[in-house]
């Protein structure tokens, strides 16, 4: 996966937003999945506008024959996980359609769920609708219903995408996030470095508690992990990627609410070099 500063050298894609996306003639041409696949890589690429977000949209919904259903109507579920991720902007660029926005996000959110459970997509589902627009409150209860419902499915690179999806949201359930934590347990020790960077990343966006009242997750995830390690001694290449992934968290991560930049030792997740000694098997320790 490319850095966004990576991806904005990239010539090849604003050359086919000028020579097909500008074209409604063009688009017609793609297939569903060609059409949807290209709708939400400009949205990645950050190329999405408001003229090629309108052929998008007006391409989807035309009638292959007068009088006839929408083309949309034959979209798979992957089809629409791919527009979802296209209409991200669109409501700010055309608010005069926003029912089609709201009603893909409601066929995500609720019409499709069953479908969606069977093929193992509840997850990536989950991920489009957060980034789809701002929810409400009660989008937010049928989200926070949502997670809790497949939580215990999920695999420990999974579960990380959990508070990436959260913050996204909006969802500060404290009841989620207890769960959350419970869930991760000895995940902890197993994660990769990239996973464990995915979830530091979202931790530190994540807040949990009632208005006013509310916490950095990653605060309260890193007390919770070093209370477990102090019950039970960590394996050192865990300790290990742990510190690692703390380190590649750069500054923009680091920041928190009430405008005060958090550093790795205010997580409480970066143990001190006596702390560290302690964790380390006897052979391992510093001298």
Same mark, same amino acid.
């Given at each position: 996966?490319?850095?966004?500063?990576?991806?904005?050298?990239?010539? !090849?894609?604003?050359? !086919?937003?000028? #020579?097909?996306?500008?074209?409604?003639?063009?688009?017609?041409?793609?297939?569903?999945?060609?059409?949807?696949?290209?709708?939400?890589?400009?949205?990645?690429?950050?190329?999405?506008?408001?003229? /090629?977000?309108?052929? !998008?949209?007006?391409?989807?919904?035309?009638?292959?024959?007068?009088?006839?259903?929408?083309?949309?109507?034959?979209?798979?579920?992957?089809?629409?996980?791919?527009?979802?991720?296209?209409?991200?902007?669109? /409501?700010?660029?055309?608010?005069?359609?926003?029912?089609?926005? #709201?009603?893909?996000?409601?066929?995500? +959110?609720?019409?499709?769920?069953?479908?969606?459970?069977?093929?193992?997509?509840?997850?990536?589902?989950?991920?489009?609708?957060?980034?789809?627009?701002?929810?409400?409150?009660?989008?937010?209860?049928? /989200?926070?219903?949502?997670?809790?419902?497949?939580?215990?499915? +999920?695999?420990?690179?999974? &579960?990380?995408?959990?508070?990436? &999806?959260?913050?996204?949201?909006?969802?500060?359930? #404290?009841?989620? !996030?207890?769960?959350?934590?419970?869930?991760?347990?000895?995940?902890?020790?197993?994660?990769?470095?990239?996973?464990?960077?995915? +979830?530091?990343?979202?931790?530190?966006?994540?807040?949990?508690?009632?208005?006013?009242?509310?916490? &950095?997750?990653?605060?309260?995830?890193?007390?919770?992990?070093?209370?477990?390690?102090?019950?039970?001694?960590?394996?050192?290449?865990?300790?290990?990627?742990?510190?690692?992934?703390?380190?590649?968290?750069?500054?923009?991560?680091?920041?928190? /609410?009430?405008?005060?930049?958090?550093?790795? #030792?205010?997580?409480?997740?970066?143990?001190?070099?006596?702390?560290?000694?302690?964790?380390?098997?006897?052979?391992?320790?510093?001298?």
């Amino acid at each position: 996966d490319l850095h966004p500063s990576q991806r904005a050298t990239l010539a !090849f894609p604003r050359a !086919f937003r000028k #020579e097909v996306a500008a074209n409604k003639e063009a688009l017609k041409l793609l297939s569903n999945d060609e059409l949807c696949i290209a709708w939400s890589s400009l949205d990645r690429f950050q190329l999405m506008d408001k003229q /090629t977000s309108l052929n !998008f949209f007006q391409v989807a919904t035309a009638a292959e024959e007068p009088g006839g259903p929408q083309r949309c109507s034959q979209f798979s579920l992957r089809n629409w996980l791919h527009a979802g991720l296209g209409l991200r902007e669109f /409501t700010k660029f055309h608010p005069r359609h926003k029912d089609f926005h #709201e009603s893909v996000l409601l066929r995500l +959110l609720v019409d499709e769920q069953e479908r969606l459970s069977k093929r193992g997509l509840q997850l990536e589902a989950l991920q489009v609708v957060t980034r789809m627009a701002r929810l409400n409150s009660r989008q937010v209860h049928r /989200t926070t219903a949502l997670v809790m419902g497949v939580l215990p499915e +999920l695999s420990p690179s999974e &579960i990380v995408m959990i508070p990436k &999806i959260c913050a996204a949201g909006g969802i500060q359930d #404290e009841a989620l !996030f207890g769960s959350v934590v419970d869930h991760l347990g000895s995940a902890w020790n197993v994660l990769d470095l990239r996973d464990l960077v995915l +979830l530091w990343r979202g931790l530190l966006k994540w807040r949990v508690g009632l208005p006013g009242l509310q916490r &950095i997750a990653a605060v309260e995830a890193a007390e919770a992990l070093a209370q477990q390690w102090a019950r039970k001694r960590p394996p050192a290449n865990a300790v290990v990627r742990q510190l690692r992934a703390l380190g590649r968290l750069d500054e923009m991560s680091l920041r928190g /609410t009430n405008q005060e930049a958090y550093s790795l #030792e205010s997580l409480g997740a970066t143990p001190s070099p006596g702390e560290a000694d302690s964790i380390l098997p006897p052979g391992q320790r510093a001298a």
